[in-house]
């Protein structure tokens, strides 16, 4: 069993750098992985931040957009005077003064120049740098942070969805499910089935999780095919399992690729992507106050404005961050600016810092792992800087 | 040692069924990739285009108040509706029929290549056109050919946003503004041609988009307008194209004949097929093959297909790959004796009740992967605990309902499997308490869902 020597091992390493920092002990030493419960939703597709978070504020961005992204004299939400928020998300903005939505607006993954979906996608979610080939990166760091977490077990990290998300894939067990599905077979044939498998361990995997899941009764959504409630249902589920031992979800929205009539498909995007933040809320109660939600893209997009009233592949995109847990109500980090100059390579958003710094703060905040974890096991080679402070 | 008929049903066909012989040798592999072009049923652009101007039309006076007019859009709305649901069951009833899958699958090895996805009805039957125009008839030709139809077809340009992507410089800019659309440019080098890890930059991209303006569908004046285009010249991967004359679309065909002629395109074509059809972890070996096969015949695909279906790799690595969802649906209805007919005969409910939501559980929501990239290979992106659960639960309670059949249980494993099967699995089918549970565990099986 790798995956037990490789968590003991690691327990050595954290009990190594516990004793020698003693302030930290109590609470990595604990024998559950704790109160805090962190979301990771991965926007698949590239979401462009200037429209999520609209810096009308800087008078560049009108010689750069016509159609889209203006701010409030088109419907969006003044937050400060300088961002506005899509009218699309609107429904967020109670969050916003309650300092439980915050956002940074310029940051980045090591990944730079081919602008590949797929490729971001994958570097988000190994969260490495690019030294390895990109198809090469089969671990996940949510993964590697269950690896590293003191207590960690097999539920204590869920993806959910009908996709794979390769950020919790790993030699760490984790759950894996979707709302929509069922497994009613009958109980001679379940022992058959498991008895079959038993020589195939992808298959054998796959079926004790699903068996050991779909008995648990989880009044299950009804799948719609409808983007909207299919959403809703994951954060749902996720909700529900957040509510018991799970304290890491994560899932993917995809429908954020808008190279043409920005205005039309970013909205049901966004709509969709405040349905799912409010639903986590909702169904959390009390424990959405201990909860972080982070949602990331591969990258963002070009800050002008293409011929077809969308935006092409960039590099710095915008980080949102949602929960009771965090010090919201706030732009997080620093803003480049959109001048001529200030832009990378002549066309996207500057990025202007690490995506993963502040992914790794999170956790260091959340659940106490050590910054020489995060630095050298889950983010290899990061340089976490100094502490951007997320959570309240 | 396993047979070559059962090897070649199970890893380059939809399976073995008991209503047709496997294919005896690679010359009736290949056969079967003739058989897979275009039928009477296909789909052009030209009739698509046709039914939207009548559409326009019929519009237009429905709106000033013609009542006649209004009852034949919505018949027209309604027939293109049904056109779209026809479309994907004829591809699957085909699948189901073939007495050896091999141009079938590979139709949908190059659909995925070339992967476009719908939007309103028109473009949903474009993307039907596109694999009846762009696919079907290059599938023994040349890579080239096919490469040029299919990022010149309208479906395409739609879905790769090429519509709006016009030169800074060219007349319609002058006087209406505008600017380029990379995305077509991006994915022609990186998924459809020389593959991301090849030695190519933004600056190729740019340029690359440059001289694809132009490219933009209409429906009365084709994919082709000179008044958006960028003038030229452009350097593309050291190449220079547009010098000679006025835009046209010549310049376009030239370069998509120089990428696909790439030893870049050559070998990530041949990894390609490789990890599809015999390993997520493929043999290097035949990859180099097949890239030498593809660059030698001047990438002429009717030699590299005969290539692949003669590789000793095939019985080397029998069954490292799990089969799609859509794999998996064709070959259970397959291995019951499920035929295309019943599946046309379908009421558009029980379809979409039984086949299209059930694939959608099991992670292929048919017709909507989630980028140009297509659907992923990974045995692990598939087998998963809901993906897995979702083919158990499928086999157990919803494909009883679509197909009553009770075979004997020995009988179906002979058919389904032939001497394939293993031993736990032909330990397990006598002892199911039932003939239902008998076929739910051989279709749940490794064995099954492995090909």
Redesign the interface.
């Known amino acids: 069993m790798p995956s037990r020597r490789l968590f003991l091992k690691s327990a050595a390493v954290i009990g190594c750098s516990a004793a020698a920092h003693p302030w930290m002990s109590s609470m990595t030493f604990a024998s559950t992985p704790g109160e805090n419960r962190l979301v990771v939703i991965i926007l698949r597709g590239a979401m462009d931040g200037l429209d999520a978070f609209q810096p009308y504020g800087d008078a560049n961005l009108r010689g750069l957009r016509s159609s889209i992204s203006i701010g409030p004299e088109q419907g969006a939400h003044d937050l400060d005077g300088y961002f506005a928020l899509h009218p699309s998300l609107g429904t967020l903005l109670p969050l916003w003064k309650a300092g439980e939505l915050a956002f940074a607006p310029a940051v980045s993954t090591p990944y730079r120049d081919k602008r590949s979906h797929f490729d971001g996608q994958d570097i988000l979610e190994a969260g490495t740098g690019t030294d390895l080939a990109p198809g090469d990166q089969r671990d996940g760091w949510l993964n590697r942070l269950l690896q590293n977490m003191p207590g960690a077990q097999s539920r204590t990290a869920y993806s959910i969805g009908t996709e794979e998300m390769r950020i919790l894939s790993g030699s760490a067990p984790a759950k894996s499910w979707a709302p929509q599905v069922r497994l009613r077979i009958s109980p001679q044939a379940e022992l058959l089935l498991r008895r079959i498998y038993e020589d195939d361990p992808l298959f054998h995997a796959a079926a004790e999780e699903a068996i050991e899941i779909a008995a648990e009764d989880l009044t299950p959504a009804q799948g719609t095919g409808r983007p909207q409630r299919d959403a809703s249902g994951i954060a749902s589920f996720a909700a529900a399992r957040l509510n018991e031992e799970t304290r890491i979800a994560t899932f993917s929205l995809p429908g954020w690729d808008s190279h043409a009539s920005q205005a039309r498909t970013l909205g049901r995007a966004f709509e969709r992507l405040a349905a799912v933040i409010l639903t986590l809320k909702t169904d959390l109660g009390r424990n959405w106050a201990r909860t972080t939600v982070l949602a990331m893209t591969e990258f963002g997009r070009t800050a002008r404005e293409n011929g077809s009233g969308g935006t092409d592949h960039g590099t710095g995109g915008t980080m949102l961050m949602a929960g009771g847990a965090i010090r919201g109500g706030r732009m997080i980090g620093a803003w480049p600016g959109l001048a001529e100059g200030d832009l990378y390579a002549g066309r996207d958003l500057m990025p202007m810092r690490d995506i993963r710094a502040y992914a790794a703060w999170a956790m260091r905040d959340l659940f106490a792992i050590p910054r020489d974890t995060l630095e050298r096991v889950v983010f290899p080679d990061l340089d976490m800087a100094e502490n951007p402070r997320i959570l309240a | 040692m396993i047979a070559y008929p059962e090897l070649a049903a199970i890893r380059l066909g939809y399976g073995l069924s008991p209503l047709m012989a496997a294919p005896v040798d690679p010359a009736q592999v290949l056969a079967s990739v003739a058989g897979a072009g275009p039928d009477a049923d296909a789909i052009s652009v030209a009739s698509i285009s046709a039914m939207q101007r009548d559409l326009v039309r019929l519009r237009r006076r429905a709106k000033a108040g013609d009542r006649k007019a209004r009852a034949q859009a919505d018949d027209i709305g309604a027939l293109s509706d049904r056109m779209i649901a026809l479309a994907q069951r004829r591809e699957m009833a085909r699948a189901l029929d073939a007495p050896a899958g091999f141009g079938e699958r590979l139709v949908r090895f190059w659909s995925d290549h070339f992967t476009v996805r719908g939007g309103n009805s028109e473009r949903r039957l474009l993307g039907v056109s596109l694999v009846d125009e762009a696919i079907r008839p290059h599938l023994g030709g040349s890579f080239a050919d096919m490469m040029f139809a299919a990022e010149t077809h309208p479906a395409m340009l739609l879905y790769?946003?090429q519509?709006?992507?016009?030169g800074p410089n060219s007349r319609f800019a002058r006087k209406r503004g505008?600017?380029?659309?990379?995305?077509l440019a991006?994915e022609m080098i990186?998924l459809h041609s020389l593959g991301?890890?090849a030695d190519y930059?933004?600056a190729d991209v740019r340029q690359l988009a440059e001289l694809l303006t132009g490219l933009r569908y209409h429906r009365d004046r084709g994919i082709f307008d000179a008044t958006r285009a960028e003038p030229g010249p452009e350097t593309v991967l050291g190449r220079r194209y547009g010098d000679k004359g006025p835009a046209s679309l010549d310049d376009i065909r030239a370069v998509i004949t120089d990428l696909a002629a790439r030893p870049e395109t050559a070998r990530h074509l041949a990894r390609k097929l490789v990890v599809h059809f015999v390993s997520d972890d493929p043999p290097q070996g035949l990859v180099d093959r097949l890239a030498a096969t593809y660059s030698e015949s001047g990438g002429d695909l009717a030699v590299v297909n005969a290539a692949l279906a003669q590789a000793p790799e095939l019985a080397a690595r029998f069954r490292e790959k799990?089969r799609q969802p859509y794999d998996f649906v064709i070959a259970a209805l397959r291995s019951l004796g499920f035929t295309g007919r019943q599946l046309l005969d379908m009421k558009p409910g029980v379809f979409q009740r039984g086949i299209i939501?059930p694939m959608?559980?099991?992670?292929q929501?048919w017709g909507a992967p989630?980028?140009p990239?297509g659907w992923?290979e990974a045995?692990?992106?598939w087998?998963?605990?809901?993906?897995?659960?979702?083919r158990?639960?499928w086999s157990?309670?919803v494909l009883p309902r679509l197909h009553r059949v009770r075979p004997e249980p020995r009988e179906f494993l002979a058919a389904a499997f032939g001497d394939t099967a293993?031993e736990?699995?032909k330990w397990?089918v006598p002892?199911?308490?039932?003939v239902r549970?008998a076929i739910?565990?051989a279709l749940?099986?490794?064995d099954f869902?492995r090909r």
């Open positions: 790769l946003s519509q709006g992507s016009v505008g600017g380029l659309n990379e995305n991006r990186e991301v890890g930059t933004q799990a939501r959608a559980l099991m992670g929501n989630r980028g990239d992923p045995a692990h992106s087998i998963t605990p809901q993906g897995l659960a979702a158990i639960h157990a309670q293993s736990p699995l397990a002892r199911a308490e039932s549970d739910v565990i749940s099986s490794a869902n």
